[in-house]
C-alpha cells in the first residue's frame, strides 16, 4: 500500500498472511514493513497485535498464535489494507483482531483502525509490539542503531524514535475513544530478555504476565511496545455476536521530532473514515486518468486492475518503481533494475498510464552513468546503467547488462513513438546517444556484442536476451537519430545492429543438446555451472521475439525452443508454467525445485501465440494465471509446481506481463515490439 498523489508517497506498507505459506509454522497476519522516504529502507517492521487474558493467563499474538488469518485490499483499485486473525484461547474461546490500514495523503503518515471482537466482556489487555528498523541499510549489513523516548503530551502518549544521524523521525500513538494514553510502554532492546533495556516482545510476550514494566528510552536495535486496558465494565459494546473493542493506532514520519509527533496527531484528529475518503478519491481518479480496462471478463478485469495499483503503489518518490517489496530470504527486492524499469514503462504505455512512463524514463536519463567510469571488470561504464540502484539514485550491484544498455533507449524510443510528442525525444535524445555509442562500442571484433551478465545474474558470455536487447537498443537509436535529423549515426546503428541480428543463431541458438535444438541463456559462458548455460534452454531467449523483435515469431529457432517450454524437466508439473530454464537453484530451497515463473510463461506464451502453436496460448493464460496469485490477488515472482506462491509476492515484473499480455490480447497482436530491420 502506498498513495498515488500527495505527501505519502514515500509511505509503502506490506502485509503479509503466513496462513498462505506452506513453509511456514505460523497462520497470522500482520503488517510486516513499513518505510518512509525511501522504499528501500524500513522504518518499522512486523507491527503485532496481541491480547492478554488474565483468567486464562494467556498472551495470544496475531502471527504466532493465530488459527486462521486473511490480508485483503479494500477493492482492485483502491489498496487499503484489510488484515484478519483469530486467536482460540485455552477455553476453546475465540477472538477475531481485523485491522484496516491507510497511509495519509494530506500528512507522511499512517493511520491503522483495529477491532478486538470477544465472546464476554472480561478485563483483558490488548498490546502493540513493532520492530524498528529507522537506520541506514547497505542490505548486506543492517546497521542497527537508533533512539526512541517517550514523549508524554498534554493529552496524548508518544513513542517518538529517531535513527542515528537525526535525519528520519517515527511517532507511534494510539487513540480509544477520547483517550491517547498508553496502558503501560516499553522502549526495548531487540534481542535481549533481561534487564532494564529487555526488549518489548520479551517483557510481552515471553513473560506472559499482562504487565508492562515501563521503560522511557533506550538506544540500539529496538523495538517498542504499548498497552490498551479493555473490559471490566468499561464503554464498548457489547450484544449477542460478543464484546467489541474499537481503537487507532497512528504512526507518523517526519525529519524531526515535532513533525513526526505532529502528522500522527493530526490523522488522529481526522480519524479513520476521513482518512479513507481521501485515499479512495485519489487512488479512483489515479485509475479514471488512464485507459479503460481493455476487457469485460471480470477476472480478467479484476488482476488487471490490481496489477496497475500494484505497479503505482510500487513507484517511489524518486519516479521509478521498485522491483518488489518483500524478500526471499535475506535479500530485499527494493531496488530499481534498469531492465524491470523498461519494462514497467512498456506496461503503463500499454495502460494509457504515460505520466507515470515519462517519470521512470525520466529517471533512468538521471541515473545514467555520463563520466569515465570503470567497473570490477575495467570496462569504462560510460553510458550504461549499473545493475542496480537504491532509490536515492545511488548504484547497488554493478555488473552491465545488455538488456539494461539497449532496453532504456528502446522505453525512450516507445514513449516517444507512441505520444508522438517530440518533446520526449528532445529531452532524452542525449540518454540514448550515451546508451547507443556504448553499444557500437562493444562490438567483439567478429560481428557480435561482446560477453556481458544474462538477466537472471548469474551468467557472463554472449547472452540470447541480452544481445537481442542491444540490437533493439540500436534499432530504436536509429529511428530517434532520423527523427532528429542524425542520419549518419542512424546508419551507424542499423549497419551495426543487422550485423548482429545476422550473427544471432549461430552465437545463441544449439542443436542437439540433452533437452533438444533451442536457444541458451548463453554462449561461452564463464565459469562450471550445471546445467550449461550454453546448452539449456531459457525464458528469456522469448524476449528475442517480444519485446526485442529480433527474431522472427515463426523462426524455426524460436519455435522449436517454444515446443520445449512444455517439457516437463523445464514447466512445472501441475500447472502450465514455464521456469527460467530447466534445474534452476533459484528457489527457495536453493536446490532445484519443480515450479515455474509467471513471467516467464508469459513471454513463452507470446511466443506460442504469434507463432502459430497454440492461437490460445495468451487468453489461456490470462485465465490460468489468477490461479498464480497471491491472497491479495497479485502475481508473486514464482509459483510451486502446483501453483503455490513460494517466492517474491509481489514482483512488479510479473504484474506488468499480464497488463501487457491484456493490451496484447485486445490490440490482437503484441505491443511494443521494437522496430524491425
Same mark, same amino acid.
Given at each position: 500500500?502506498?498513495?498515488?498523489?500527495?505527501?505519502?508517497?514515500?509511505?509503502?506498507?506490506?502485509?503479509?498472511?503466513?496462513?498462505?505459506?506452506?513453509?511456514?509454522?505460523?497462520?497470522?497476519?500482520?503488517?510486516?514493513?513499513?518505510?518512509?522516504?525511501?522504499?528501500?529502507?524500513?522504518?518499522?517492521?512486523?507491527?503485532?497485535?496481541?491480547?492478554?487474558?488474565?483468567?486464562?493467563?494467556?498472551?495470544?499474538?496475531?502471527?504466532?498464535?493465530?488459527?486462521?488469518?486473511?490480508?485483503?485490499?479494500?477493492?482492485?483499485?483502491?489498496?487499503?489494507?484489510?488484515?484478519?486473525?483469530?486467536?482460540?484461547?485455552?477455553?476453546?474461546?475465540?477472538?477475531?483482531?481485523?485491522?484496516?490500514?491507510?497511509?495519509?495523503i494530506d500528512c507522511p503518515a499512517l493511520l491503522l483502525h483495529n477491532k478486538a471482537t470477544f465472546a464476554d466482556d472480561r478485563e483483558r489487555t490488548l498490546f502493540t509490539i513493532s520492530k524498528l528498523g529507522i537506520t541506514a541499510h547497505d542490505h548486506e549489513h543492517h546497521i542497527t542503531e537508533q533512539t526512541a523516548t517517550v514523549r508524554h503530551e498534554d493529552d496524548c502518549d508518544v513513542i517518538v524514535a529517531h535513527d542515528d544521524e537525526d535525519d528520519r523521525y517515527i511517532a507511534f500513538a494510539q487513540q480509544r475513544g477520547d483517550c491517547r494514553r498508553f496502558d503501560g510502554h516499553r522502549v526495548g532492546v531487540a534481542g535481549e530478555s533481561r534487564g532494564p533495556d529487555r526488549s518489548a516482545w520479551s517483557d510481552i510476550y515471553e513473560d506472559n504476565n499482562g504487565w508492562i514494566d515501563a521503560n522511557e528510552t533506550a538506544t540500539g536495535d529496538l523495538d517498542v511496545g504499548f498497552g490498551l486496558h479493555c473490559g471490566d465494565g468499561q464503554d464498548d459494546d457489547t450484544?449477542?455476536?460478543?464484546?467489541?473493542?474499537?481503537?487507532?493506532?497512528?504512526?507518523?514520519?517526519?525529519?524531526?521530532?515535532?513533525?513526526?509527533?505532529?502528522?500522527?496527531?493530526?490523522?488522529?484528529?481526522?480519524?479513520?473514515?476521513?482518512?479513507?475518503?481521501?485515499?479512495?478519491?485519489?487512488?479512483e481518479e489515479w485509475h479514471d486518468g488512464i485507459t479503460e480496462t481493455p476487457t469485460d471478463d471480470p477476472t480478467v478485469t479484476d488482476l488487471y486492475e490490481r496489477s496497475l495499483t500494484s505497479i503505482k503503489t510500487a513507484q517511489d518518490g524518486c519516479c521509478a518503481t521498485i522491483a518488489g517489496a518483500f524478500k526471499p530470504h535475506d535479500m530485499t527486492y527494493k531496488f530499481i533494475w534498469p531492465r524491470d524499469q523498461v519494462i514497467i514503462v512498456q506496461a503503463l504505455l500499454a495502460a494509457g498510464a504515460v505520466e507515470e512512463a515519462a517519470l521512470a524514463v525520466g529517471w533512468l536519463d538521471g541515473v545514467q552513468i555520463t563520466d569515465e567510469t570503470y567497473d570490477d571488470r575495467g570496462i569504462d561504464r560510460r553510458g550504461t546503467w549499473w545493475q542496480n540502484y537504491y532509490t536515492t539514485g545511488e548504484g547497488h550491484w554493478r555488473a552491465l547488462q545488455l538488456d539494461?544498455?539497449?532496453?532504456?533507449?528502446?522505453?525512450?524510443?516507445?514513449?516517444?513513438?507512441?505520444?508522438?510528442?517530440?518533446?520526449?525525444?528532445?529531452?532524452?535524445?542525449?540518454?540514448?546517444?550515451?546508451?547507443?555509442?556504448?553499444?557500437?562500442?562493444?562490438d567483439n571484433g567478429w560481428g557480435f556484442p561482446k560477453p556481458h551478465q544474462d538477466p537472471w545474474e548469474e551468467v557472463w558470455g554472449h547472452t540470447t536476451e541480452g544481445s537481442a536487447a542491444a540490437i533493439a537498443g540500436l534499432r530504436c537509436m536509429a529511428e530517434l537519430a532520423d527523427a532528429k535529423g542524425d542520419s549518419e549515426f542512424a546508419d551507424d546503428c542499423r549497419e551495426t545492429a543487422e550485423t548482429w541480428a545476422d550473427n544471432f543463431e549461430r552465437y545463441c541458438f544449439k542443436e542437439?543438446?540433452?533437452?533438444?535444438?533451442?536457444?541458451?541463456?548463453?554462449?561461452?559462458?564463464?565459469?562450471?555451472?550445471?546445467?550449461?548455460?550454453?546448452?539449456?534452454?531459457?525464458?528469456?531467449?522469448?524476449?528475442?521475439?517480444?519485446?526485442?523483435?529480433?527474431?522472427?515469431?515463426?523462426?524455426?529457432?524460436?519455435?522449436?525452443?517454444a515446443e520445449l517450454a512444455a517439457d516437463p524437466r523445464w514447466q512445472a508439473d501441475s500447472t502450465p508454467c514455464v521456469g527460467r530454464y530447466p534445474a534452476d537453484r533459484y528457489t527457495p530451497s536453493g536446490a532445484p525445485e519443480d515450479g515455474g515463473w509467471p513471467l516467464c510463461e508469459a513471454y513463452a506464451d507470446?511466443?506460442?501465440?504469434?507463432?502459430?502453436?497454440? %492461437?490460445? *496460448?495468451?487468453?489461456?493464460? &490470462?485465465?490460468? =494465471?489468477?490461479?498464480?496469485?497471491?491472497?491479495? +490477488? #497479485?502475481? !508473486? @515472482?514464482?509459483?510451486?509446481?502446483?501453483?503455490?506462491?513460494?517466492?517474491?509476492?509481489?514482483?512488479?515484473? %510479473?504484474? *506488468?506481463?499480464?497488463?501487457? &499480455?491484456?493490451? =496484447?490480447?485486445?490490440?490482437?497482436?503484441?505491443? +511494443? #515490439?521494437? !522496430? @524491425?530491420?
Open positions: 500500500m502506498s498513495t498515488p498523489s500527495g505527501d505519502s508517497q514515500h509511505t509503502m506498507v506490506t502485509a503479509n498472511s503466513y496462513a498462505d505459506n506452506p513453509r511456514s509454522e505460523w497462520n497470522g497476519a500482520l503488517i510486516e514493513e513499513t518505510s518512509a522516504f525511501r522504499s528501500d529502507v524500513e522504518l518499522f517492521y512486523n507491527l503485532h497485535t496481541l491480547v492478554w487474558d488474565p483468567d486464562l493467563g494467556q498472551t495470544l499474538d496475531s502471527r504466532n498464535d493465530a488459527v486462521t488469518s486473511e490480508v485483503d485490499w479494500h477493492s482492485k483499485r483502491v489498496p487499503e489494507l484489510h488484515l484478519t486473525n483469530t486467536l482460540r484461547f485455552a477455553d476453546g474461546t475465540e477472538a477475531d483482531l481485523t485491522q484496516r490500514a491507510v497511509a495519509s450484544d449477542a455476536a460478543g464484546h467489541t473493542v474499537e481503537w487507532l493506532t497512528a504512526v507518523g514520519f517526519g525529519y524531526s521530532e515535532a513533525d513526526a509527533i505532529a502528522h500522527a496527531r493530526d490523522v488522529l484528529d481526522r480519524g479513520y473514515e476521513a482518512e479513507l475518503d481521501a485515499f479512495i478519491e485519489a487512488w539494461q544498455v539497449g532496453g532504456p533507449i528502446y522505453a525512450h524510443w516507445l514513449l516517444w513513438d507512441e505520444t508522438g510528442d517530440d518533446e520526449y525525444l528532445d529531452a532524452h535524445y542525449g540518454m540514448s546517444k550515451r546508451a547507443a555509442e556504448f553499444l557500437l562500442d562493444w542437439n543438446t540433452q533437452y533438444g535444438s533451442h536457444f541458451v541463456t548463453a554462449d561461452k559462458p564463464e565459469g562450471n555451472i550445471h546445467p550449461a548455460p550454453d546448452a539449456r534452454p531459457d525464458a528469456a531467449a522469448f524476449m528475442a521475439y517480444w519485446p526485442w523483435n529480433v527474431v522472427d515469431a515463426d523462426a524455426d529457432e524460436l519455435v522449436s525452443t507470446m511466443a506460442r501465440w504469434q507463432s502459430g502453436l497454440d %492461437s490460445d *496460448a495468451v487468453v489461456d493464460h &490470462l485465465d490460468d =494465471s489468477t490461479e498464480w496469485t497471491t491472497t491479495a +490477488g #497479485l502475481l !508473486p @515472482e514464482r509459483v510451486d509446481g502446483d501453483g503455490t506462491v513460494s517466492w517474491n509476492a509481489n514482483l512488479q515484473w %510479473s504484474q *506488468a506481463m499480464y497488463v501487457l &499480455l491484456a493490451e =496484447s490480447h485486445v490490440r490482437g497482436e503484441p505491443f +511494443g #515490439l521494437a !522496430p @524491425e530491420a
